[in-house]
Every structure is written in C-alpha cells, then in structure tokens.
C-alpha cells in the first residue's frame, strides 16, 4: 500500500511541492479511470511542471518591469489604421527573438506604439523569455549613474546583456548629451547579433541625429547596427488619448495622421 504522506513528505524533500499537494487528489483520478502507475505517474509530474511554468511566467513578468500589462488581443488596429497587423501578427510568433533580430516602432505620440511594444514583451515572458523593460530616458539615467560610479562594465552585462529582449520606449523624446548618446550607442553595439530589441521612437530616421547630440557619424553606425536585422512598423493614425478627451467633450487638434519617415 501506498504510503502518500511519506510520499508527500519526500516531494517536499526534494522541492516537489506542487506533487506532494496534489498526489491525493491525483491519486484519486488514477483510480477512478484505472491508470497505470506510469499514467498516475505522468500526470503527477505535469501537474508539478504546469505549477513551475506558471511560477516562471508569473516572476519573468513581475521583473520585466512593464509599466502595466497590454496584449495583442486589446490592440485597437481599427483605430490605428496605420498599425501593419500582418506584421505585427508575424513579429507574435516572436522568432525575431530567436533570431536576435529588432523591432522598429515609428509613429506619432499616442497611437499605441508602447501598447505593442509591451504586448510583444508581455507575450516573450508568457514563452519564457527573459525580457526587460524601460523607457529611453530611465536607461540614460541608469547608464549615466553607473558611469559615475564605476559600475558601467557590471550594469551592462546585467541589464542590458542578459535580457533576451530588451524593450526601449520613447527614443526621441528627450535629447541626450553626448555621454549619453554615446552610452547609448554601447547598449545597441553590445546587443548587435546577440539579443534582440524593440525601439519605440516619434522620430523618423532622419532626425535621430537631433537626438544622439547631433553627432550624425554616431547615429549613422547607430542605425546601421540597429536596423540592420530589424522589422521597422510605421504607424500613422490619431492619438488615442485625443480620442478619449474628444468623448469627455474636450476638444483638442489630433496628431499627424502620417510621420515622414527619412532613409537611413
């Protein structure tokens, strides 16, 4: 006879907790749909995966730092009518990340460009994949205070190396000095053919250099390693945020419909 809270004293032995809680009820299944040991067996264990999975789901999300939760499925690509969806619905299937390649988010403020960027993270963490988080602005104070205390070698390899996919919002919308550009131009240099990232940016190309402190021959090698396996969506429509006051009866002048966007 089976001795089951030995049984369950030896999973939680072993960190087996998932399987010590659930070999009674398990156990009862088992026999009402007369399982071998082997099927008892296997059950068990997917019960104690599925709880890990789920665990691992749970913890890649909570670090991932995302300044709330956004899918796919809530992208309004109706009212972005700019939004490519076939691209956005090949770039779900996340093999970009496998590949180490980049996403390229260009657009005006407002049309949703975060919401997809972080719908693409959030669904990266539901696969397992270790991903991070922060807008352009946080990334340069991080980067700049670890200069300065001489840790910039150390955040480098834990921040922006280990991520599989490292998502950089608002590119554009503050100007860098030239310690940062240049900070910034390590972070793209370092994740080159080695991890992937997404950028979202209200800039065309063309005028990245007004934001890298106008240092066109650093923008340009830059670009060249950031687009060079990348995906770029250029997404046109109206300001979400300019729809929602429109229907508080706050009217106010809607975004460009289309941004021009230069040539690398």
Same mark, same amino acid.
């Given at each position: 006879?089976?001795?089951?809270?030995?049984?369950?004293?030896?999973?939680?032995?072993? /960190?087996?907790?998932?399987?010590?809680?659930?070999?009674?009820?398990?156990? $009862?299944?088992?026999?009402?749909?007369?399982?071998?040991?082997?099927?008892?067996?296997?059950?068990?264990?997917?019960?104690?995966?599925?709880?890990?999975?789920?665990?691992?789901?749970?913890?890649?999300?909570?670090?991932?730092?995302?300044?709330?939760?956004?899918?796919?499925?809530?992208?309004?690509?109706?009212?972005?009518?700019?939004?490519?969806?076939?691209?956005?619905?090949?770039?779900?299937?996340?093999?970009?990340?496998?590949?180490?390649?980049?996403?390229?988010?260009?657009?005006?403020? /407002?049309? /949703?460009?975060?919401?997809?960027?972080?719908?693409?993270?959030?669904?990266?963490?539901?696969?397992?994949?270790?991903?991070?988080?922060?807008?352009?602005?946080?990334?340069?104070?991080?980067?700049? @205070?670890?200069?300065?205390?001489?840790?910039?070698?150390?955040?480098?390899?834990?921040?922006?190396?280990?991520? !599989?996919?490292?998502?950089?919002?608002?590119?554009?919308?503050?100007?860098?000095?030239? $310690?940062?550009?240049?900070?910034?131009?390590?972070?793209?240099?370092?994740?080159?053919?080695?991890?992937?990232?997404?950028?979202?940016?209200?800039?065309?190309?063309?005028?990245? $250099?007004?934001?890298?402190?106008?240092?066109?021959?650093? @923008?340009?090698?830059?670009?060249?390693?950031?687009?060079?396996?990348?995906?770029?969506?250029?997404?046109? /429509?109206?300001?979400?945020?300019?729809?929602?006051?429109?229907?508080?009866?706050?009217?106010?002048?809607?975004?460009?419909? !289309?941004?021009?966007?230069?040539?690398?």
């Amino acid at each position: 006879m089976i001795d089951s809270e030995r049984i369950g004293d030896l999973c939680g032995r072993l /960190g087996l907790g998932t399987m010590a809680t659930h070999l009674p009820h398990v156990a $009862d299944e088992a026999a009402r749909e007369s399982l071998s040991f082997q099927e008892f067996f296997e059950r068990l264990l997917q019960t104690e995966y599925r709880e890990r999975q789920e665990r691992s789901r749970a913890l890649l999300t909570r670090t991932a730092g995302f300044p709330s939760i956004k899918t796919l499925e809530q992208y309004d690509f109706e009212f972005a009518t700019g939004a490519p969806k076939p691209l956005v619905t090949e770039l779900s299937n996340l093999s970009f990340v496998e590949r180490a390649q980049n996403v390229v988010l260009l657009g005006p403020s /407002g049309i /949703g460009k975060t919401h997809l960027a972080v719908a693409l993270g959030y669904k990266a963490t539901q696969s397992g994949i270790k991903t991070r988080f922060t807008s352009a602005a946080d990334l340069m104070l991080q980067l700049t @205070t670890a200069h300065r205390q001489g840790r910039l070698k150390e955040y480098l390899r834990r921040s922006v190396q280990l991520p !599989k996919l490292l998502i950089i919002d608002e590119v554009g919308y503050l100007p860098f000095s030239r $310690d940062e550009a240049s900070h910034f131009f390590q972070v793209i240099a370092q994740r080159y053919e080695r991890g992937s990232v997404i950028i979202t940016s209200n800039l065309p190309f063309a005028q990245w $250099d007004t934001t890298f402190a106008g240092d066109a021959t650093m @923008t340009a090698a830059m670009l060249d390693r950031l687009l060079h396996h990348a995906h770029v969506a250029i997404i046109s /429509g109206e300001s979400y945020r300019l729809r929602e006051r429109r229907k508080a009866g706050i009217n106010l002048p809607a975004a460009k419909t !289309k941004p021009k966007v230069g040539q690398n």
